[in-house]
């Protein structure tokens, strides 16, 4: 094993240093209570809507505080989007108590895209998000949702700087980062912060090492996550109409019947890429966003359990399309390297199969997109797949019905 956590900022070991004197949780204590009594205090609200979130929400405060090994920098981000998360989650429940029209509107045929993590769904999220007639969330409209973003002022609303600040702390806490993965206010945002707000998502899993809620987690049944996720988007459309939702997470690939059973007639956008580039690339990415958090990372720990996940979930997908558990005619599959090849043909047949019009300014709008936002903009992501003792040869084998079954091409190991 040789991954080397990337290098922090002075102020950032001043910090932590501040935190091993005075102690991690007296300086930022995550106490389920607490943060409940914060929140309802800061807001003068105290209707959370009902109950479905809340086991979720206290597993995940203990295990913060018990397993976490967070640093004082790894707490503060924890508390802070604890905290703001359930002020949200009040808002929203308020804002909706007043509106009831809201939820009777329909949020029709959403497209999610998902695949592995470090497949495509990023980029391919963004350019998706490029068409005028299609909307993916933006990051500030899930982090501070009320009021309801309207469409005179959608693109110069001031909560946009606010959750570019926020969300960019994250490069300042860790710059390497930034080569792995771009956030902005502005930017379109995974769903993960949408189910965050249920408590039961894998933004929480992901980015600590939280091993007794990520077990609850996947035993859980996420309906209600996608209950509360069509509720947000139905705020969100409430004041700035929304013709074609376009989402995104990897995660929702291991929660598909979930999400199913609440959205029907979803199309889903499955990227494939090869395993042996998206698998190390993950664990980095991974590593890192604890890195950022803690001081312990078991990285071992981490690419067994990712390269396994990986591989059994490739196999859930593939069979519950092929015995109908999945409805397969709902699915529409994007190769990394088709997209690479030609960006606009392949977007071009989403848009076949959805029945939806691709204009020539669409069109154009794609390569100008891809034109501003070269790979490697801010620097390029180094990983092998020796820093996390991985061996090409079993990868191989473990992933090949997988690329047989999608045509995936290899791209080599690095």
Same mark, same amino acid.
């Given at each position: 094993?040789? +991954?080397?956590?990337?290098?922090?900022p002075?102020?950032?070991? !001043?910090?932590?240093?501040?935190?091993?004197?005075?102690?991690?949780?007296?300086? #930022?204590? $995550?106490?389920?209570?607490?943060?409940?009594?914060t929140?309802?205090?800061?807001?003068?609200l105290?209707?959370?809507?009902?109950?479905? +979130?809340?086991?979720?929400? !206290?597993?995940?405060?203990?295990?913060?505080?018990?397993?976490?090994?967070?640093?004082?920098?790894?707490?503060?981000?924890?508390?802070? &989007?604890?905290?703001?998360?359930?002020?949200?989650?009040?808002?929203?429940?308020a804002?909706?108590?007043?509106?009831?029209?809201?939820e009777?509107?329909?949020?029709?045929?959403p497209?999610?895209?998902?695949?592995?993590?470090?497949?495509?769904?990023?980029?391919?999220?963004?350019?998706?998000?490029?068409?005028?007639?299609?909307?993916?969330?933006?990051?500030?409209?899930?982090?501070?949702?009320?009021?309801?973003? /309207?469409?005179?002022?959608?693109?110069?609303?001031?909560?946009?700087?606010?959750?570019? @600040? &926020? =969300? @960019?702390?994250w %490069?300042?806490?860790?710059?390497?980062?930034?080569?792995? #993965?771009?956030?902005?206010?502005?930017?379109?945002?995974?769903? $993960?912060?949408?189910?965050?707000?249920?408590?039961?998502? &894998?933004?929480?899993?992901?980015?600590?090492?939280?091993?007794?809620?990520?077990?609850?987690?996947?035993?859980?049944?996420?309906?209600?996550?996608?209950?509360?996720?069509? /509720?947000?988007?139905?705020?969100?459309?409430?004041? #700035?109409?929304?013709?074609?939702?376009?989402?995104?997470?990897?995660?929702h690939?291991?929660?598909?019947?979930?999400?199913?059973?609440?959205?029907?007639?979803?199309?889903?956008?499955?990227?494939?890429?090869?395993?042996?580039?998206?698998?190390?690339?993950?664990?980095?990415?991974?590593a890192?966003?604890?890195?950022?958090?803690?001081?312990?990372?078991?990285? %071992? /720990?981490?690419?067994?359990?990712?390269?396994?996940?990986?591989?059994?979930?490739? !196999?859930?997908? /593939?069979?519950?399309?092929?015995d109908?558990?999945?409805?397969? !005619?709902?699915?529409? %599959? =994007?190769?990394?390297?088709?997209?690479?090849?030609?960006?606009? *043909?392949?977007?071009?047949? $989403?848009?076949?199969?959805?029945?939806?019009?691709?204009?020539? &300014?669409?069109?154009?709008? $794609?390569?100008?997109?891809?034109?501003?936002?070269?790979?490697?903009?801010?620097?390029? #992501?180094?990983?092998?797949?020796?820093?996390?003792?991985? %061996? *090409?040869?079993?990868?191989?084998?473990?992933?090949?019905?997988?690329?047989?079954?999608?045509?995936?091409?290899?791209?080599?190991?690095?």
């Amino acid at each position: 094993m040789s +991954w080397v956590p990337p290098p922090r900022p002075r102020w950032v070991a !001043d910090h932590n240093a501040l935190g091993e004197l005075l102690g991690v949780h007296s300086l #930022h204590p $995550i106490g389920a209570d607490e943060l409940l009594a914060t929140a309802t205090a800061t807001t003068a609200l105290d209707d959370f809507g009902g109950e479905s +979130w809340r086991a979720g929400f !206290d597993r995940l405060c203990a295990a913060l505080r018990d397993e976490a090994g967070l640093h004082a920098v790894g707490a503060l981000l924890a508390r802070s &989007e604890l905290l703001r998360t359930l002020q949200n989650r009040l808002r929203i429940v308020a804002a909706l108590a007043t509106n009831p029209e809201v939820e009777s509107a329909p949020v029709n045929s959403p497209w999610f895209v998902c695949g592995t993590a470090r497949s495509g769904t990023s980029i391919l999220h963004e350019l998706l998000a490029q068409d005028p007639t299609t909307r993916a969330p933006a990051a500030w409209e899930l982090m501070y949702s009320v009021p309801a973003p /309207r469409t005179s002022t959608y693109a110069s609303d001031p909560r946009i700087a606010l959750a570019d @600040r &926020e =969300v @960019r702390f994250w %490069d300042e806490i860790t710059p390497e980062y930034l080569t792995m #993965h771009e956030n902005g206010g502005a930017l379109p945002q995974e769903c $993960i912060f949408i189910t965050g707000h249920e408590f039961a998502s &894998e933004h929480w899993s992901g980015v600590h090492d939280v091993a007794t809620y990520n077990k609850w987690l996947q035993r859980h049944d996420l309906t209600h996550a996608y209950r509360w996720h069509r /509720r947000h988007l139905q705020w969100l459309q409430s004041e #700035h109409p929304a013709e074609q939702w376009v989402l995104k997470a990897p995660s929702h690939l291991s929660a598909l019947p979930a999400l199913f059973s609440v959205y029907p007639d979803a199309w889903i956008v499955q990227t494939h890429r090869d395993p042996l580039r998206t698998v190390p690339s993950t664990i980095s990415l991974m590593a890192t966003l604890r890195w950022m958090r803690s001081d312990r990372v078991d990285v %071992d /720990r981490l690419a067994r359990t990712m390269s396994t996940g990986v591989a059994m979930l490739f !196999d859930f997908v /593939r069979s519950a399309r092929l015995d109908g558990t999945l409805p397969d !005619d709902r699915f529409i %599959d =994007v190769r990394y390297a088709d997209l690479l090849r030609d960006p606009v *043909a392949t977007i071009r047949g $989403i848009y076949e199969r959805t029945g939806r019009a691709f204009t020539p &300014e669409y069109a154009a709008a $794609i390569p100008a997109y891809l034109a501003a936002k070269p790979q490697a903009k801010h620097g390029a #992501h180094h990983y092998t797949l020796d820093d996390f003792a991985l %061996d *090409a040869g079993d990868l191989r084998d473990r992933y090949g019905p997988y690329c047989d079954a999608y045509r995936i091409e290899p791209e080599g190991e690095r």
